[in-house]
């Protein structure tokens, strides 16, 4: 995976999620990374790395499942599982994501 900055953005699309993801993160053993328009939950299983990645575009949120090998982003698998959500619904949806990720395989 590309790097990404731990640093926050204040005053961003992701100011009223970014509470929400910290403490889920926490709670599941994931790490948080953050960008300017993305955050991505991480975590290792079976062999790779698994992933939440939720992007924000003009006025929505996206949530994408992903897997790649460690150290090989070029093994990136995705899988597209909301498009065109509130900060609301992505909330609701990341303990289902976690199971979809972990079912992908690359």
Known sequence: MSDVSSTPHTGDAFETLDPR???????????LAKDATSRRLEWFAEGLERGILIEHGADSFSVSVVTWKTGNADTL?????????????V???????????NGLSL
């Open 77 to 89: 698998v995705r899988d597209a599982v909301g498009d065109g959500l509130s900060a609301e619904e």
């Open 91 to 101: 909330g609701s949806m990341l303990g289902d994501s976690i199971e979809r990720a």
């Open 21 to 31: 993801l910290t403490v889920f993160a926490l709670a599941n053993g994931m790490d």
